[in-house]
């Protein structure tokens, strides 16, 4: 059974915020040290509840009100999210990659962030940055979300990193970092408890999910 829910899981985010990976090569990230960077400030998606157990949405959607269909709580995601705070990964992802940039790389971060709309390609981004930064990093959230299936439940994202030279308009590093799967074995909560005692285990996989995504970003995109 744990194979069939893994795999429920997985497909339930889909492809949102797939990116062909670009690993950032040595010299590249050399040439990083002491250079300016801007990072990108975007609109988050909202927030999905996902389930095949109309009675759990039901369930958890009482308070908030709002439409079930096909196992999606529609326009609900943002509530649900207003309500236990919770903070889209991306916000944190490139937090951290830029407090890394400044550290190890003497990069200066320019502020204010840069503001992008969604579907702006890297040579708009690099256009509207070049007059204060050498680089874009920008990290963007592809899809957040609860899934429960088959009475388990999972926090699933995946966010999207680049970094951009705003001087050939090129992606120089790019890569998707989704959430990990739990080792083999290893009993995934059920839907009551991912948001008992004001969601605390649903924030505690979030920070973990979001660390290991600050880790593999570091690395792959920037170097570090």
């Given amino acids: 059974m744990k194979i069939h829910v893994a795999a429920a899981l997985i497909s339930a985010l889909g492809l949102a915020g797939c990116a062909s990976p670009v690993k950032v090569s040595p010299e590249t990230s ?15 998606p909202a927030f999905r ?3 095949n157990s109309q009675v759990f949405l039901g369930g958890l959607l009482g308070a908030i009100g709002g439409a079930i269909s096909d ?20 916000e944190a992802v490139a937090s951290s990659l830029a407090q890394a940039l400044r550290t190890q ?20 981004l690099a ?16 899809g ?6 088959f009475g388990q439940s999972r926090y699933l994202h995946a966010v999207v990193g680049s970094l951009i030279d705003t001087q050939s308009r090129q992606v120089v590093s790019q890569d998707t970092c989704r959430t990990p799967l739990p080792p083999p074995g290893v009993e995934w909560p059920k839907p009551e408890a991912m948001v008992a005692d004001d969601a ?4 505690s996989d ?12 570091r690395q792959s995109v920037l170097g570090l």
């Fill in 105 to 124: 790389r003497d990069m200066r971060i320019v502020s204010p962030p840069l503001a992008v709309e969604d579907g702006e390609e890297p040579d708009a």
């Fill in 30 to 44: 050399a040439t990083l040290r002491g250079q300016t960077v801007v990072v990108t400030a975007r609109k988050a």
């Fill in 200 to 203: 605390a285990r649903l924030r």
């Fill in 49 to 51: 509840l996902h389930t």
């Fill in 206 to 217: 979030m920070k973990a999910a979001t660390d290991a995504c600050v880790a593999q970003l």
């Fill in 127 to 142: 256009s509207k940055a070049a007059p204060r930064a050498r680089y874009v990093l920008d990290v963007r959230t592809g």
């Fill in 144 to 149: 957040w979300e609860l899934s429960s299936q």
């Fill in 71 to 90: 196992g999606i709580a529609v326009d609900q995601g943002s509530a649900f999210a207003t309500r236990y705070r919770l903070v889209q990964p991306s």
